[in-house]
């Protein structure tokens, strides 16, 4: 029966336990949120060059996991600590994933350091802090990372549009359409709606319904109630209330 093994908190002695079993070795290991180890990955950390190589790929497995993304973010700072370079730039992705953008900006920073012609880090460094109101530190990060990460135009075109620059806003809004980023379609909707285009506006939101933008469905309710459009109108408020968009409707409005 083989022994099952936790890793509790103490990652490094996990990791020197391991790496010090012979390749025979049948040990069930278990971390402290219940994520198994399966063998292959043990033999991965056993042969990594070194012990920061072996808790970066540790790390990464668990972070994978349903269960262990906060565990794995835990292992991947320890990774960073012992100086995988690997583990900094992942650490800082995940931690821009899960919103703690404030703690990822020093990461990003440093594994800039590391590589500093890398545009996606300048991208993940750019959209952190975007979303810490940072825009001025945000815009020439946000550029660089367009060149590889379309879902960069619609941060960078608020910034754009926060410094008084409209046409570049609705530049970048309609390159984020071509490339079908997910939001971008109520947002260029919105702009050919207050340009007068209702037609081109409707089109553009139900693009957005398809793409599954309970947003897109409100706007174009909204849009078709403002037409006079009543029931169509209401089919688009209820679509929206099981996408997800819970604002009330003008006619629930009135009711109330």
């Known amino acids: 029966m083989k022994k099952a093994r936790s890793s509790g908190n103490d990652y490094e002695a ?3 336990r391991i790496r010090a079993m012979g390749p025979d070795d049948r040990t069930t290991y278990i971390t402290a949120s219940r994520v198994l180890l399966p063998q292959v990955l043990v033999h991965e950390l056993r042969v990594a060059e070194d012990l920061a190589t072996a808790m970066y790929v540790f790390g990464a497995h668990v972070w994978s996991e349903p269960a262990g993304e906060f565990e794995g973010l835990e292992i991947l700072r320890t990774a960073a600590s012992l100086g995988s370079a690997e583990a900094t730039r992942a650490l800082g992705d995940a931690l821009n994933w899960i919103g ?5 900006v020093p990461i990003l920073e440093a594994a800039l350091r590391n590589d500093p012609g890398d545009p996606r880090l300048h991208g993940l460094l750019g959209l952190s802090l975007y979303e810490l109101h940072l825009e001025k530190e945000a815009q020439p990060h946000l550029t ?13 075109a608020h910034v754009r549009r926060g410094l008084g620059d409209e046409a570049e806003y609705q530049k970048l809004i309609l390159e984020a359409v071509q490339s079908q980023v997910y939001g971008a379609h109520v947002l260029a909707g919105n702009l050919l709606a207050e340009q007068g285009d209702k037609d081109r506006a409707a089109d ?9 933008d309970a947003h897109s469905a409100y706007n174009l309710a909204c849009l ?12 688009e408020f209820q679509l929206a209330r099981e996408m997800g968009d819970l604002r009330l409707s003008p006619f629930e409005r009135s009711e109330s």
């Open 14 to 16: 996990f990791l020197r």
């Open 100 to 104: 703690l953008y404030e703690e990822s």
């Open 224 to 235: 078709l109630y403002e037409g006079g459009k009543l029931d169509e109108a209401r089919d």
């Open 144 to 156: 660089i990372g367009l060149r590889v990460d379309s879902s960069l135009a619609i941060p960078l």
């Open 204 to 212: 553009l939101y139900r693009q957005g319904i398809i793409s599954g």
